[in-house]
C-alpha cells in the first residue's frame, strides 16, 4: 500500500483548477524575495552608516536600493511601464507608497553621499539631505511587510507582526552590514553596534517564534501554511535559516565582542544575509490561499467533519 501523503499536502489543491481547498501561491519567489531582501538591508545599511557617520556605508547601502532592489522589481514586472503606473495608487496602495518612498529616498541619499565621491555639496546641505533620506529610508525598510500584510487572501501574511518583522530584520542586516564593512575599511568599530547586533538577534528570534505561533490564531489556512514552513514543504530551508541566520550569527558575534575580534564580524556578514534571504524566501513560498469554501484543517487528519 502507498505511503499516505503528509496531512498539509493532501490539502493542497493544484494547476488552475477551481477547486475548493487550499492552494499554494505561485507568483511570487526569487525575484520578489530578492527585492525584499536588498530594500531590508540596503535601507537599514543607509541609516545605520548614517548614525555611526560611515558614508561608504551609506553609499553601499544607496546603490543596493537604487540599483539592486529596483532591478530585481523591474526584472519580476517584465515591462518598464508597470512600474511606473504602480506610482498613482499611493493613496490605497502600500506598492505606491513605497516605490514613492524609495524614489525620494535614492535622490536624498544621493545629495547625502556627493562629497563622499568628491562633488561638490557643502557639508551642511549634504547633512540636511542624509537627515531626509534616513525618514524616508524607514518606509522602505519596512513597507513590504504591510504590502504582505495586505494580502488578505493568504491570512499566513496578513498580520502586523509581518512589518515589525521587516523593519527588525532590515536594523540587523544594516548593522551587521555597517560593522562588516567599518572592518574591510580597516576603520575602528563602534562596540555599541556589536552589543545592539545581539540584542536584535535575540529580538529577531522571538519575533519569529510569536509570529510562527500566532498563526495558530488566524484561521486553517494560516496554520496550513504554518506548518508548511516548520515541519513540510519549506521545514528545512526555514529552520536551517533560523540556525545559519540567527543562531549563527549570534555565536560569531558573541565571539567578536568577547574576543575583541573584528574580522569575525565578516563571516557574521556572510551568515547573516544567507540566514536573512531565505526566511523570508521560505515565508513566500508557503504562502496559501485560504479556500473560497473554508475547509477545516481536521479533514486532512480523516477526521469526520460535516
Not at 104 to 112: E, H, I, T
Not at 149 to 156: V, Y
Not at 177 to 203: K, P
Request: glycine letters at 10%.
Amino acid at each position: 500500500m502507498a505511503e499516505q501523503a503528509p496531512a498539509a499536502r493532501r490539502l493542497l489543491v493544484g494547476g488552475n483548477q477551481f477547486l475548493i481547498g487550499y492552494q499554494l501561491q505561485r507568483e511570487w519567489a526569487w525575484l520578489i524575495a530578492t527585492a525584499f531582501f536588498l530594500g531590508k538591508v540596503g535601507a537599514g545599511l543607509f541609516v545605520i552608516s548614517f548614525f555611526a557617520d560611515f558614508r561608504l556605508g551609506a553609499l553601499v547601502g544607496l546603490l543596493v536600493v537604487g540599483v539592486g532592489k529596483t532591478t530585481a522589481h523591474l526584472l519580476y514586472l517584465g515591462k518598464p511601464l508597470r512600474f511606473l503606473r504602480a506610482v498613482v495608487r499611493w493613496r490605497t496602495s502600500w506598492i505606491s507608497r513605497g516605490i514613492i518612498a524609495m524614489a525620494l529616498f535614492c535622490v536624498l541619499g544621493a545629495v547625502y553621499v556627493a562629497p563622499y565621491v568628491h562633488v561638490g555639496v557643502p557639508h551642511g546641505i549634504a547633512q540636511g539631505f542624509g537627515v531626509a533620506a534616513v525618514v524616508l529610508a524607514f518606509p522602505v525598510m519596512f513597507y513590504d511587510g504591510f504590502v504582505l500584510k495586505a494580502s488578505r487572501g493568504i491570512p499566513f501574511w496578513s498580520t502586523y507582526l509581518m512589518p515589525v518583522l521587516m523593519l527588525f530584520y532590515a536594523t540587523l542586516g544594516g548593522i551587521t552590514a555597517t560593522l562588516a564593512l567599518e572592518t574591510l575599511a580597516g576603520e575602528v568599530t563602534a562596540r555599541r553596534l556589536e552589543w545592539a547586533e545581539i540584542g536584535l538577534l535575540l529580538a529577531n528570534v522571538a519575533l519569529i517564534g510569536l509570529y510562527v505561533l500566532s498563526a495558530q490564531l488566524r484561521g486553517a489556512a494560516s496554520e496550513l501554511a504554518a506548518t508548511l514552513l516548520t515541519r513540510e514543504r519549506m521545514g528545512r530551508v526555514f529552520l536551517g535559516a533560523i540556525a545559519v541566520g540567527l543562531g549563527g550569527t549570534f555565536v560569531l558575534a558573541a565571539v567578536s565582542v568577547a574576543a575583541h575580534d573584528s574580522a569575525t564580524l565578516a563571516v557574521a556578514a556572510v551568515t547573516d544575509v544567507v540566514g536573512h534571504f531565505f526566511v523570508f524566501f521560505a515565508i513566500l513560498r508557503v504562502g496559501v490561499h485560504a479556500p473560497i469554501r473554508p475547509l477545516p484543517l481536521r479533514a486532512a487528519r480523516g477526521e469526520a467533519v460535516a
